[in-house]
């Protein structure tokens, strides 16, 4: 996942480049950032810097803004759109390092101050984005932008700066201005409120297990990191299941006690759904209400008309068209999937009915039946290392990359790990963050951020008084929520989690890769569902045999993985298809019913509107929607509102785009300098669709992510 987080615009981030020294450095964010590549300096950072130097950056930022409006001169590209790209430096830098550390580490103290600084946030968006003033000049720009010789960046720039303006209702009446600003302080806040409770109620379950007999099935792995959590929580001698996908999910998939599976289950899915003080069923009604009120004011009949309007679906009638034609044999599918987990059920002369927290037991039952494959065996060639080494190397082989570790630069909290990232010249791509594991204080889920975003400045000689560009690298961090290992053992990975250090890994390279001018159109600002294109795409690398024979080795004997093994994951990769889709797509297509609403009253009933759509589709009892709607983050507060069927609309571009890959060789040079100058190096400097269509030769078909999913011949 990209994780989505506010931008007036990503300003310049890089203090060390070009801003003043301030008199004082008593508050880290005004001064000049001493450190390693100019990254934020995390150790002298505290929760009290951030309201007063957010207050300064609004103050700066204002007054460039000011300056813009009054500027006596012609509006032009250089003087206005640039102007008020680069104006929001210091706001930018607070304000992205204060987001990135609430979801990683939610201290107490960053807590308490999280709804000013989203109130201060929400204010100064809408001054900005309501100024009739700055508005008339940025349109003057628009309206002449024919007349300009603009390239395509500087058009694209210009295009959705404007865009941007009159989506955030410079065009509005005055009522209707004020309407909207109290719309987005009130779904700011709202968004925080759903955050902060999903990941109140992850923490507050617990599966506690007596004895050693319940955990009969369970990886030794498992228990162990099992006991280590009971310690923890000071109930030594027993074991500690929690909800984290580290640990419910291996659980579910292992465990012979189905009344335990069915506990842990419950408490996943129940999660904000108790009637307690976490309950957010009023919050996403309160939501809903509120998304729709903005789009009618600005003209749509319904949210996601507005949401998507921007992006490359254009339509939710595109989206959900592209998602039906997905569902329908991904359905009947799982259908044939579910008939023969109930079979081995009454096979075993059990008598009951399969429910949603048998599924993963038996489908892996089953597929060590079919393929004599099962995670357990498999968890000892994947330690947390050897896949980092094996997504470094694929990188190495497409790109030239290389990853040199460092431990003098400051990083936020003791878990994570910091990369500096060279060409093959030499030449500094970026610096990486890891943060790989669990703990209370950080969202649940795997994401990919940034504390500064790649683009180029044009700053002056000291010397001779010139100008010249200076290209400031980007400052990218993946977050993941592994188990902790227990003590003296490695991090051990699911095929899973394999997938998901990939998948994340595409995002940073999306990043990393980034050769753009403009920061608001660099790197990964793109449509959610383009964005998941260079996610998605590098998941194809993570089990080929050729990559397996990389990283994959035994974490006790050094063992390579056995070729039998790697054959059978092959063999097995469209096992579960069905079910892995129809969970996805169901949670695809809630999001769409909730936003494709027209009706301004509240849903008087979450669960009853949830199920009636869920009813709509034909979704089968025994699947469960992958985010049920009191947990469901990326639409109530991760920034993929009417967007999360962005995964399957990039699936198909990442399944039709490694067909390349398959065609001309997995390490094809030639096909990966396309993709990286086509894709990862763009942003949103072009047209999305020409962008893919340059590198491809032609537009996307569906069939190759049918086919590779099983769902047809």
Known sequence: MKKIIFMLTLGLMLAACNNKKSNSCENPFLCRYDTPFGVPPFNEIKPAHFLPALDEGIKQQNAVIDSIINNKALPDFENTVVAFEFSSELFERVYLTFENLRSCDATDSLDAISEDIVKKVSKHSDDISLNSDLFGKIKQ??????????????????????????????????????????????????????????????????????????????????????????????????????????????????AKNRDLR?????????????????????????????????????????????????????????????????????????????????????????????????????????????YDLNEEMLLPYFSLDNVLQGVFDVALKLYGLQFIKHNDIPVYHDDVVAYEVQEADGKQAGILYLDFYVRPTKGVGAWMTEFRTQHRICVKDEKTSEGKTVDVRPVVSLVYNFARPAADKPTLLSLDDVSTVFHEFGHALNGLLSDCTYPSVAGTNTPTDFVELPSQIMENWALLPEVLNMYASHYETGESIPKELTDKITESKKFNQGFNNVELLAASLLDMAYHTRSATEPIADINKFERDEMQKIGLIPQIVPRYRSTYFKHIFSGGYTAGYYSYRWSAVLDADAFEAFVENGYFDKTTATSFRKNILERGYTDDLMKLYVDFRGHSPNVYPLLKREGLKE
């Open 262 to 370: 069915e506990k842990i289950f419950k408490g996943y899915i129940m999660r904000c759904d108790n009637g307690n003080a976490d309950d957010t069923k009023q919050n996403i009604a309160e939501q809903v209400v509120l998304r729709t009120r903005k789009a009618q004011i600005f003209g749509y009949k319904n949210y996601a008309e507005y949401a998507l309007e921007n992006k490359m679906a254009k339509t939710p009638e595109a989206a959900i068209r592209l998602l039906m034609q997905i569902w329908e044999p991904a359905l009947q599918l799982a259908k044939q999937e579910a008939g023969d987990i109930q079979k081995m059920i009454t096979e075993s002369g059990e008598k009951f009915k399969i429910e949603p927290w048998d599924w993963n037991y038996y489908a892996e039952k089953i597929r060590v039946a079919k």
């Open 141 to 254: 720009v628009y309206e002449k932008r024919d007349e300009l010789a603009l390239n395509r960046e500087q058009l694209m720039l210009l295009e959705r700066t404007y865009k941007d303006f009159v989506r955030s209702g410079a065009n509005l009446s005055e009522e209707q201005k004020a309407e909207i600003r109290q719309i987005n302080e009130r779904l700011s806040l709202l968004e925080l409120e759903f955050e902060t409770k999903v990941r109140n109620e992850t923490n507050a379950f617990q599966l506690v297990v007596d004895r050693i007999e319940d955990c009969d099935g369970v990886p030794q792995s498992l228990i162990d990191v099992a006991s280590e959590t009971a310690k923890a929580n000071g109930i030594d001698g027993k074991y500690v299941f929690t909800l984290d996908r580290a640990s419910i999910f291996p659980f579910l998939q292992t």
